[in-house]
C-alpha cells in the first residue's frame, strides 16, 4: 500500500517569508495528488490538486510541484501571513475513488 | 454554498452504548466516506459508501458499521462503544468522477467515550 511521509515537526517561519512543505511517498507514482488545509478542531478543506502531466500548479499565493522521479510534492505558501497557519495534508489516490491522507505538517506562522 | 453537516460536534457516551454518528451532503454526491482521526496517526477510512445501499470497508472497519439509506445520507454506528474509539469522527462526500474527486469535509464530531 501507498505509504505518505510528511514531515511531522511543525514548521515555524517568520510572516512574509515563503513556506515550503514536503509531501514524500514511496510506492508507485499516483495520477494525481491533492492538498487539503486543517485548522484546529474543524474538516479539511480542499486546496488544490496536480496531475502527474503537471509540474506545477498555482493558486494565488500558493504553488504545488510534483516530482514523479522523486516521488515527491512540494507545497509553497509565499508571502506568508498568521492566517495561514494551520495543519496542511496531502493526499493521495489509493482505489476506486478513495484517497490516502499524511499525517500532515503544523505550520505556523510568527508576526 | 456546498455543505456536510454531522449531528453533534461533542458527544460523551459510555462504554458499551450504541452510537448513532449521522452525517448529511447536500451536494447530491454519490461517494460518501466515515474518517477517524487521532493524533499522529492522520486521517484513517473506516467506511466508504459510492451509492445508496453500497458499503465497502476502509483501513479500520473493527468495531463499526454504516448505513445509507438515501443518497444524502450516511451514518456510522459503534455497536457498543469501547474507550478506544475516542476520537475525531469526520465525515467527507465527493462527486464520482473519472480519477477521484476533491473531498468536502463536515466539522466533524469528537466523541468520547468513558
Known amino acids: 500500500s501507498q505509504k505518505i511521509e510528511q514531515n511531522s515537526e511543525a514548521l515555524n517561519i517568520q510572516e512574509g517569508k515563503t513556506a515550503t512543505l514536503t509531501c514524500n511517498y514511496t510506492?508507485?507514482?499516483?495520477?494525481?495528488l491533492q492538498w487539503y488545509r486543517q485548522d484546529p478542531g474543524r474538516g479539511p478543506v480542499f486546496l488544490l490538486l496536480i496531475r502527474e502531466n503537471e509540474k506545477e500548479k498555482r493558486k494565488e499565493r500558493l504553488k504545488v510541484t510534483f516530482d514523479t522521479t522523486l516521488k515527491q510534492s512540494l507545497f509553497h505558501i509565499t508571502a506568508s501571513q498568521p492566517a495561514d497557519s494551520a495543519t496542511y495534508l496531502c493526499a493521495l489516490p489509493t482505489f476506486y475513488q478513495k484517497v490516502t491522507f499524511g499525517t500532515g505538517t503544523k505550520l505556523q506562522v510568527i508576526p | 454554498d456546498v455543505k456536510v453537516t454531522q449531528s453533534s460536534r461533542y458527544l460523551v457516551k459510555r462504554t458499551g452504548e450504541k452510537v448513532f454518528l449521522e452525517c448529511v451532503q447536500d451536494m447530491d454526491h454519490e461517494n460518501m466516506f466515515w474518517y477517524r482521526q487521532d493524533p499522529g496517526l492522520g486521517l484513517r477510512l473506516i467506511y466508504f459508501s459510492y451509492d445508496v445501499k453500497m458499503k465497502e470497508k476502509g483501513d479500520i472497519p473493527e468495531g463499526y458499521s454504516v448505513s445509507r439509506e438515501k443518497k444524502e445520507r450516511f451514518s456510522l454506528i459503534l455497536e457498543s462503544a469501547s474507550t478506544n474509539q475516542t476520537s475525531m469522527y469526520l465525515c467527507?462526500?465527493?462527486?464520482?468522477?473519472?480519477?477521484?474527486?476533491?473531498?468536502?469535509f463536515g466539522p466533524g464530531t469528537r466523541l468520547t467515550v468513558t
Open positions: 467527507a462526500s465527493s462527486l464520482r468522477t473519472s480519477g477521484v474527486g476533491e473531498q468536502y
Open positions: 510506492n508507485y507514482s499516483p495520477a494525481y
